[in-house]
């Protein structure tokens, strides 16, 4: 069988390095599906990868981190699923291709009343949420810069599920959107930390950084408390040593219970916008440009 995957065999723009290659896949291993993907999630690290921004593993590049679709081949030992199965999950090496292996315990079933386009959103976002709140710990203040996009907007409404009053930021016309999930919203720029006080006068248990800029820091470290957990998931580099990286931890189970909670309308979750597999080139150029609320998505 053989699978078409999008790879990168240089850094650079998305026109100028993104392509497609088709490839047999081997034999399948005994604890892996292989997956006929419909839709997969594209994250601000895919494209910053592939603009050479963030430089991780060898040429070629593959890319994709998250996926729904339908088990083609399975051991039929496993006692979860069969062929033919809906499913999600984090993927294996790519998502980004049209047919993957994926480890068995990364699936969940994918629910009957989900989308195909929600449900191959939701692996990577619900997972990185669930870990930064697992590390904080026990706090009741969380403040989050840039929040709008797919890990603020579900970590915004796994706080207020904890009981943390949260203050998140994001440009003006996402105001009213972090307002909705939950958050008391603050517009970043210039006089940042004066609006952050003025909506929050007491220092700040926690804060977690989705934005990567200077500002962000500045504004956690004149907010926070001196002995609150300052963290990004940005993946750049920080001016200070108290501004620490979270690497998202997989946990199927904290996957299932933002799942669940999407399916049944407990948790809003916006797909910002839908592009086919071939233009993947068009979807990572606007992932880009910085200003996706909730997730985009490859659809195949």
């Not at 497609?20 to 006929?36: C, G, H, V, W």
């Not at 949420?129 to 915004?156: F, N, P, R, Y």
């Not at 904890?162 to 008391?184: F, M, P």
């Not at 049944?264 to 597999?277: A, S």
Request: proline content about 4%; hydrophobic content about 40%; glycine content about 10%.
């Amino acid at each position: 069988m053989n699978t078409t995957v999008l790879i990168a065999q240089s850094y650079g723009s998305a026109d100028k390095v993104l392509e497609f290659y088709t490839q047999e896949l081997p034999p399948l291993n005994s604890d892996m599906a292989r997956i006929k993907v419909k839709t997969a999630g594209i994250n601000p690290i895919d494209a910053r990868r592939m603009t050479g921004e963030f430089k991780h593993g060898n040429m070629p590049q593959t890319f994709g981190t998250e996926f729904a679709g339908e088990i083609l081949e399975i051991n039929s030992d496993n006692n979860q699923f069969k062929v033919g199965d809906a499913v999600l999950g984090s993927g294996g090496s790519f998502t980004h291709a049209t047919v993957i292996d994926v480890p068995i315990g990364n699936l969940i079933s994918k629910p009957e009343s989900m989308s195909w386009e929600v449900a191959g959103s939701l692996a990577g976002v619900s997972q990185t949420a669930s870990t930064i709140l697992d590390e904080i710990g026990d706090i009741k203040s969380l403040l989050i810069h840039g929040a709008s996009g797919g890990v603020g907007s579900i970590t915004i409404q796994l706080a207020k599920e904890r009981g943390i009053d949260v203050v998140a930021t994001a440009s003006s016309k996402n105001q009213d959107y972090l307002k909705k999930l939950g958050a008391v919203p603050v517009i970043y720029g210039e006089g940042l930390v004066d609006r952050l006080k003025e909506v929050h006068p007491e220092a700040f248990d926690a804060s977690i950084d989705m934005s990567g800029t200077e500002e962000a820091t500045q504004a956690s470290l004149s907010t926070v408390k001196a002995d609150g957990f300052i963290g990004t998931i940005a993946g750049k580099l920080v001016s200070s040593p108290r501004v620490k990286p979270v690497w998202v931890k997989r946990n199927v189970n904290n996957l299932k219970h933002v799942v669940e909670g999407v399916a049944k309308g407990k948790f809003y979750w916006e797909v910002d916008k839908v592009f086919p597999f071939e233009k993947a080139a068009e979807a990572y150029t606007y992932i880009l440009e910085g200003h996706t609320r909730g997730k985009n998505v490859l659809q195949f």
